[in-house]
């Protein structure tokens, strides 16, 4: 078993994608702290944010004046129940956000009880949802509808934190003929954006979405956004699956959708109500590495550590507490380093006119989704 799990790796090992990760990224995240350390030098004082609590959200009923000490904001995170994701939701509990945790696994009890063990105040509710279905998306949107209604809670959220994500080393399809890469680190947080905003806009104070990216995006020069990219269909059709390049493809159209979104909230005025911003916690030490072989994960960790580049989740965890805590209207920015601070992602992340044919072909994929759950159901 040993031998041929050194084969797998020294075959893994020759690869370009794994070359590309190996090299591209480590450049990638030199390049965001070059930048980090240029901005602070020559302007210390912008591009920094400071934390604030959040606002108590009233019963239903009542003003957002007579809003009581307990009346806790909602936080909803993906992928939480390991690595960043369960870092978040222990601090924002500890914040005083009543957290929702969302996760297509059974150990959504145990990182409810991990967080209850260092905070037993912590408000907690866990649902499953599989973030590769659309279906599953729905179903957890009216659940968390119900939930809202059963526990007399104002029906709203205040923080959606779309942070669960995936590095796959083959591929595969999601229920809906996705690529599953795509449909997670991408497709999802969008569909899931989408069918809470009611949620958001209705927020009595204001609400926030958080779409946690990647230093890796700046690898991506050059983006198609047509349907047959965004879905991930087109990479199925080549011989070899481009992880690496579907990876950083999928963190470019997360950071495109966030600049859009902030966009349209500022043409119809509502970025004082929902506002929206990107984090990047870095290189953390999760388990996203799993389907790379064990031994060649280690190494990886070993030399990131050695450079300084590598951080636990309770360390990577602060440019996303940074940006869900960011004082109301911070809005269409992107969190690095920590300490509230702010750089400017890839200058491909900011084509105003490469972002709305991106949102375009989300939306209608969305549609699509729509309708086929929609048939399915009759």
């Known amino acids: 078993m040993a031998m041929k799990e050194l084969r797998e790796a020294l075959h893994f090992a020759c690869t370009v994608e794994f070359w590309r990760m190996a090299v591209l990224w480590t450049l990638s995240i030199i390049l965001s702290y070059l930048h980090l ?16 609590s959040p606002r108590p959200v009233p019963p239903p009923g009542t003003s957002s004046s007579a809003a009581p000490a307990h009346g806790r904001p909602v936080c909803v995170i993906t992928g939480a129940t ?30 409810i009880s991990n967080i209850r063990k260092r905070n037993r105040g912590a408000d907690l509710k866990a649902f499953e949802v599989d973030l590769s279905s659309f279906q599953s998306i729905l179903n957890f949107k009216d659940s968390l509808q119900q939930w809202l209604l059963d526990s007399d809670m104002h029906s709203s959220i205040q923080l959606l934190i779309n942070n669960a994500g995936i590095l796959a080393a083959s591929g595969r399809s999601t229920a809906e003929g996705n690529d599953m890469m795509m449909g997670t680190n991408y497709i999802a947080a969008f569909c899931l954006t989408k069918v ?22 700046r690898n991506v020069f050059d ?8 879905s991930g269909k087109l990479f199925s059709k080549l011989e070899c699956y481009p992880y690496a390049h579907i990876y950083e ?25 929902v506002s929206v911003s990107a984090a990047d916690p870095g290189i953390v030490k999760t388990n996203i590495m799993r389907e790379i072989p064990s031994c060649l994960s280690q190494v990886a960790f070993l030399v990131l550590k050695l450079l300084g580049l590598l951080q636990s989740p309770e360390n990577g965890v602060h440019s996303i507490l940074d940006a869900a805590l960011a ?12 300490n509230g601070r702010t750089i400017k992602s890839s200058a491909l992340s900011y084509d105003t006119k490469l ?5 375009a072909t989300s939306c209608n994929l969305f549609f699509e989704l729509q309708l086929s759950s929609e048939e399915t159901s009759t």
Do not use: M
Not at 355 to 359: A, D, N, P, R, T
């Open 249 to 273: 493809y999928s963190k470019a159209c997360l950071l495109l959708f966030s600049y859009e979104l902030h966009r349209q909230f500022v043409l119809v005025g509502k970025s004082h109500q």
């Open 82 to 111: 390991s690595g960043l994701g369960a870092a978040a939701a222990d601090a924002l509990s500890r914040e005083g956000f009543f957290v929702v945790l969302g996760r297509s696994s059974h150990l959504l009890s145990k990182a």
């Open 37 to 52: 350390f240029a901005q602070t030098f020559l302007s210390p004082n912008s591009g920094s944010y400071p934390r604030c």
């Open 223 to 230: 983006i198609q956004v047509d349907k047959a990219t965004v």
């Open 327 to 338: 004082p109301a209207g911070t809005s269409g920015v992107y969190f690095f380093g920590g």
């Open 196 to 217: 809470l905003l009611p949620l958001l806009e209705n927020s009595p104070a204001p609400s926030r979405i958080v779409n946690v990216t990647s230093f890796t995006h």
């Open 355 to 359: 972002s709305k044919e991106l949102w």
